[in-house]
């Protein structure tokens, strides 16, 4: 059973980086899968922030994308979310997921909220 | 971006009867290569994160029970829960992966009557 983690923050401060970690069980990070991170707030919904490839490949939502990296280590089977000069509308539910290639996001973490205050 | 609308953004039904949720793309979605739609349907309960139903538009993950049920091609697509359980109360999402920026639908609320 693939089994996915999110750690990191609850708590950052404005101008801050907020980092994430997924970590990923029952499934090696390096297989054809993309990893994803997803937000999720009252007031936007859903929204795809980006993915990865074990290659190291990404692709970043155009509107977070000037602020965004995300990054994968292979020797711990885990991939992390950097997301810099945060303000109060980055405060959102967190959640890591596993999507093939041209696919639907078939497994979630449980999500991790993140607030952005002072 | 694909811009995906749902409606209603909520309803309520009695236990037993149908529930039906639609999904509007704003461009196809449809890979024509391959012949299928690129759309996916998700269930969300209070504190839990989205889990996959339905993907290609019409299939049925593993494990979902056979009265979620979707179609639709294009642009348009539906979501029917032929005979609302408790347990269904929720709220759905659609999602395309034709292009990116993956996007999501803002959600459909279901609630029993």
């Known amino acids: 059973q693939v089994q996915l983690q999110e750690s990191g923050p609850g708590l950052v401060k404005p101008s801050g980086t907020l980092s994430l970690t997924c970590a990923v069980s029952g499934d090696s990070i390096s297989s054809s899968s993309w990893w994803s991170w997803v937000r999720q707030t009252p007031g936007k919904g859903l929204e795809w922030i980006g993915e990865?490839?074990?290659?190291?490949?990404?692709n970043y939502n155009p509107s977070l994308k000037s602020r965004v990296t995300i990054s994968i280590d292979r020797s711990k089977n885990q991939f992390s979310l950097k997301l810099n000069s945060v303000t109060a509308a980055d405060t959102a539910i967190y959640y890591c997921?596993?999507?093939?290639?041209?696919?639907?996001?078939?497994?979630w973490g449980q999500g991790t909220l993140v607030i952005v205050s002072s | 971006d694909i811009v995906m609308t749902q409606s209603p953004d909520s309803l309520a039904v009695s236990l037993g009867e149908r529930a039906t949720i639609n999904c509007k793309s704003s461009?196809?979605?449809?890979?024509?290569?391959?012949?299928?739609?690129?759309l996916a349907w998700y269930q969300q309960k209070p504190g839990q994160p989205p889990k996959l139903l339905i993907y290609?538009?019409?299939t049925r993950e593993s494990g979902v029970p056979d009265r979620f049920s979707a179609s639709g091609s294009g642009t348009d697509f539906t979501l029917t829960l032929g005979s609302l359980q408790a347990e269904d109360v929720a709220v759905y999402y659609c999602q395309q992966y034709y292009n990116t920026p993956w996007t999501f639908g803002q959600g459909t609320k279901v609630e029993v009557k």
């Open positions: 290609w538009a019409s």
């Open positions: 990865i490839h074990h290659s190291g490949s990404t």
């Open positions: 461009q196809s979605v449809l890979y024509s290569s391959i012949n299928k739609n690129q």
């Open positions: 997921a596993r999507n093939a290639a041209g696919s639907s996001f078939d497994y």
